[in-house]
């Protein structure tokens, strides 16, 4: 062999050394920010953890109301899903208070400025009575202030209530006109 030959040879096996030895060399830089990670997987995990019993206590509830459960059982079971969650929710007002301690008042000043430059760029925020009328056209603009959603709302409320058919004859579940069937019981609505 001659010598162009080794050195090729010796510089390939130093690339596929470097290759295989890059997860030691990440792992260390994974270490530094590891709490930072290990912080959001925790916040992840409590979040999923609440969906997770919110999502039991519905069900217990729905079996509860077809009556799969015994009912001697139910009031147990819940209880014990009710305070499981109430944990839950501990930890994730701790974790909050935790992260937010910090930089709430920077944040809070940071939000009032965009809002302050947001008023100013738009010169005077709109009345509501030409809200009013552009949701009466049925308008479909995007909506940019504070005022201008709560008009929105006001006017989905007022539409709303136009539309309800009284209660349920059998468990006093608010329903629609438009229900056939009540939402909790299932009761057939005539």
């Given at each position: 062999m001659d010598?162009g030959?080794?050195?090729l040879?010796l510089?390939?096996?130093?690339?596929?050394g470097?290759?295989?030895?890059?997860?030691?060399?990440?792992r260390k830089?994974?270490i530094?920010t590891?709490?930072?990670?290990q912080?959001?997987?925790?916040?992840?995990?409590l979040?999923?953890e609440?969906?997770?019993?919110l999502n039991?206590?519905q069900?217990?509830d729905f079996d509860q109301?077809?009556?799969?459960?015994?009912?001697?059982?139910?009031?147990?079971?819940?209880a014990?899903?009710?305070q499981?969650?109430?944990?839950i929710?501990r930890?994730?007002d701790?974790?909050n208070?935790r992260?937010l301690?910090g930089?709430?008042e920077?944040?809070i000043?940071a939000?009032i400025?965009a809002r302050?430059?947001d008023?100013?760029?738009?010169?005077s925020?709109p009345s509501?009575?030409?809200?009013e009328?552009?949701?009466?056209?049925?308008?479909t603009?995007l909506?940019?202030t504070?005022d201008?959603?709560e008009?929105r709302?006001?006017?989905?409320?007022?539409?709303?209530q136009?539309?309800?058919?009284g209660?349920?004859?059998q468990?006093g579940?608010?329903?629609?006109?438009?229900d056939?069937?009540?939402?909790?019981?299932?009761k057939?609505l005539t």
């Amino acid at each position: 062999m001659d010598i162009g030959s080794i050195l090729l040879i010796l510089a390939l096996l130093i690339l596929v050394g470097l290759f295989i030895a890059r997860p030691i060399f990440e792992r260390k830089a994974v270490i530094v920010t590891s709490q930072t990670g290990q912080d959001d997987h925790e916040f992840s995990t409590l979040l999923a953890e609440k969906d997770r019993i919110l999502n039991a206590l519905q069900e217990i509830d729905f079996d509860q109301t077809l009556g799969k459960i015994p009912e001697e059982d139910y009031p147990a079971q819940r209880a014990l899903l009710l305070q499981q969650g109430a944990s839950i929710l501990r930890q994730l007002d701790q974790y909050n208070h935790r992260v937010l301690a910090g930089d709430a008042e920077e944040r809070i000043e940071a939000a009032i400025a965009a809002r302050r430059a947001d008023v100013s760029r738009q010169g005077s925020l709109p009345s509501l009575e030409g809200e009013e009328a552009l949701l009466d056209q049925g308008s479909t603009s995007l909506v940019t202030t504070d005022d201008e959603v709560e008009a929105r709302i006001a006017a989905r409320r007022r539409e709303r209530q136009g539309k309800s058919a009284g209660f349920c004859p059998q468990c006093g579940m608010p329903v629609q006109k438009s229900d056939l069937f009540c939402p909790k019981c299932g009761k057939q609505l005539t």
